[in-house]
């Protein structure tokens, strides 16, 4: 089982639709991070949590850290959103502060 | 640079031979990874840097596999003898670490090819 799991990994939406994007884990964690990918490849970092709730403009991230879950919403969805979006986790801290992804989730916002 | 800067963007390699790969963190970023993602697959962890503290080495997947860190900041990702299955994007990512949290920015990476 990863230790990141993502749902649902295929998502495909009509313009204006409500998004959301899950993750959970079963690790321990200091920060969860949800990352964008698009076809060319390169990733940005859209969030970065460690408690609540994040919005930036169209995006919302919420983290629940005793349930180990967290979802990315995105409202009134655009087809530039179109893209692989990503949930990784930072596990401990100092020297062993590394990043573990889930295996993503493909969105196709149709117009 | 403003973000953080690799390259090539683009290796083509015979297999058996070496190869380099430069990452360039943005500036003051004391954390620095090493992830690939390999076609249809996740990212994969290779190795991490943090400050002067020896390297997290644990995701590198074989001995050929290595990566330096001078004078804390660029890095270079060796892999000697490659192999087809090394075939990749190799991405980089840099971040300022304090308290355990900081974002991660990521370079748009080197997609190498093994032929």
């Known amino acids: 089982k990863n230790e990141v799991e993502q749902s649902p990994q295929n998502l495909t939406a009509q313009e204006g639709e409500f998004i959301t994007i899950n993750c959970s884990y079963s690790?321990?964690?200091?920060?969860l991070h949800w990352l964008q990918q698009h076809p060319g490849g390169g990733i940005v970092s859209l969030f970065m949590?460690?408690?609540g709730k994040k919005k930036h403009g169209r995006l919302i991230a919420t983290i629940n850290i005793q349930e180990k879950h967290s979802s990315l919403h995105i409202t009134a969805s655009h087809p530039r959103d179109s893209a692989v979006y990503i949930c990784?986790?930072?596990?401990?801290?100092?020297?062993?502060?590394?990043?573990?992804f889930g295996t993503g989730t493909l969105l196709a916002v149709q117009p | 640079g403003a973000g953080v800067s690799q390259s090539p963007s683009n290796k083509v390699t015979e297999k058996g031979k070496d190869v380099e790969l430069r990452c360039d963190p943005i500036?003051?970023?004391?954390?620095l990874y090493w992830y690939r993602q390999s076609l249809g697959q996740g990212l994969e962890f290779l190795i991490y840097f943090q400050g002067n503290s020896a390297p997290d080495k644990s995701g590198l997947p074989s001995d050929r596999f290595s990566a330096e860190r001078t004078g804390g900041s660029v890095s270079t990702l060796t892999i000697q003898r490659t192999q087809q299955e090394d075939s990749a994007v190799y991405l980089c990512a840099s971040s300022l670490v304090f308290l355990g949290l900081g974002e991660a920015f990521f370079g748009q990476g080197t997609r190498l090819t093994v032929v």
């Open positions: 500036s003051g970023h004391t954390a």
């Open positions: 690790v321990g964690i200091s920060a």
């Open positions: 990784a986790v930072r596990i401990g801290g100092g020297a062993t502060n590394k990043l573990i």
């Open positions: 949590l460690s408690s």
